[in-house]
């Protein structure tokens, strides 16, 4: 089930925070899952989408500072 909006970000940022750590800890030898792996190319790809984004999300957060 997918997270809830209230707190979609809140929850998500936690969880990639996660996968951040593990990433950094990897010594790039482990086997992964089918599921693991198409995983890690799914985040590696949508992790390049964010970053296209960045001025979009910095205008999201400057417009709710100002509330």
Excluded at 17 to 40: H, R
């Amino acid at each position: 089930m997918g997270n809830m909006s209230y707190c979609r970000y809140e929850n998500t940022s936690r969880d990639l925070g996660d996968c951040v750590e593990a990433l950094w800890e990897s010594d790039c030898g482990e086997d992964l899952s089918m599921y693991e792996i198409d995983g890690l190319k799914s985040l590696l790809s949508l992790s390049k989408e964010i970053v296209a984004m960045e001025d979009k999300i910095n205008n999201i957060l400057e417009n709710n500072e100002q509330n």
